[in-house]
């Protein structure tokens, strides 16, 4: 047989286990629910961080700019104003740093939390949904046809 024939029915084979085996144990379902809320969490929080940077990263560009105007832009140049400039614009330039270290470890920190609360939830919804399960098994077998 060629491998092209083999590869989609041990694919589709798989998928199949793994869906009985889903299907079958009911704290695999809040589990994957809480998984992708936080998922889509995380990629929210990740474009704010990304949103920020970009905004520092333009105003660094403009800073840059307005900075090489001043020092080249009427011909006679004063070594104090150059001094002064060029300090200026690094000053900010460690500003916008430092603030992209703070977001960065605030992001790093807020999604751990994300990933922390998702998987207390998705324990917690497990164990609720496991013992109703469980409840409704001892019902059953308690009860019997007459």
Do not use: Y
């Not at 949103?51 to 800073?63: K, V």
């Not at 300090?87 to 751990?112: M, P």
């Not at 609360?117 to 098994?137: F, G, I, P």
């Amino acid at each position: 047989m060629s491998k092209s024939k083999t590869e989609p029915v041990a694919m589709t084979d798989m998928f199949r286990q793994a869906r009985e085996v889903m299907m079958f144990n009911p704290t695999i379902a809040p589990q994957m629910e809480h998984f992708w809320e936080a998922q889509d969490s995380i990629l929210t929080e990740t474009e704010a961080f990304t949103q920020h940077w970009f905004e520092r990263r333009h105003a660094a560009t403009r800073t840059a700019l307005d900075a090489a105007r001043r020092l080249m832009g009427n011909g006679t140049p004063d070594p104090a104003d150059a001094m002064k400039t060029l300090t200026n614009w690094q000053q900010h330039s460690v500003e916008r740093i430092a603030e992209d270290f703070r977001e960065w470890f605030e992001l790093c920190s807020t999604c751990a939390g994300l990933l922390t609360r998702a998987e207390q939830e998705a324990a917690s919804d497990s164990l609720e949904t496991a013992t109703k399960r469980a409840k409704a098994v001892t019902r059953k077998e308690k009860c019997t046809p007459v």
